[in-house]
């Protein structure tokens, strides 16, 4: 941040023609006046602001033993608090939870990543991601109004199917 001090014009810099006029335009001491915005105006915001989905990561393979599958899935959510609830199986897993993302693709990407990534560190069984769900929240929220959403998640946590 570059100070100017009252009375003097800031020359260079970032401020370019219009800072230079805002200072000069103004007497030593004069305050500026407020500008208000009209009534219905709205802010629009950038249009790349992060949004927040709600993932369902699907993943399947080989039977594994139960205690072995549930210690990863719990290994996985103490690494990642963002995790919403795990339900398992001895030879299937869903991991639900909400991404903050810029769009559907970069939301499915990290999802897609999700397992892989943590395989080795939370000693997941090297199962398949054989489904992946991404939706925006109003998605979410309007489903789970009609019925239609998935069930609503069971404590938070890891629990079998």
């Known amino acids: 941040m570059r100070r100017v001090r009252p009375g ?3 020359r260079g810099g970032t401020g370019g023609a219009r800072g230079a006029r805002s200072a000069v335009s103004r007497a030593v001491g004069e305050e500026r006046a407020l500008t208000s915005v009209a009534t219905g105006d ?3 915001g950038p249009e790349d602001l992060p949004r927040l989905w709600h993932v369902t990561l699907s993943v399947s393979g080989e039977e594994a033993p139960l205690k072995e599958v549930r210690r990863g899935l719990e290994q996985l959510a103490h690494d990642h608090p963002f995790l ?3 339900r ?3 030879d299937h897993a869903e991991i639900r939870y909400w991404e903050e993302a810029r769009d559907l693709h970069d939301a499915a990407a990290v999802a897609l990543r999700l397992w892989g990534e943590h395989r080795q ?3 997941l069984p ?3 991601i054989v489904g992946l769900e991404v939706i925006d929240r109003e998605t979410y929220h309007l ?3 009609e019925g239609f959403g998935p069930p ?3 404590p938070v946590g890891v629990h079998p199917f």
Request: charged share 20%; no cysteine.
């Open 152 to 154: 609503p998640a069971s």
């Open 42 to 44: 709205r802010y629009e």
């Open 126 to 128: 090297p199962w398949e």
């Open 143 to 145: 489903r789970v109004a």
């Open 88 to 90: 398992y199986a001895n």
């Open 84 to 86: 919403l609830t795990s």
């Open 121 to 123: 560190t939370a000693k």
């Open 8 to 10: 003097t014009v800031s």
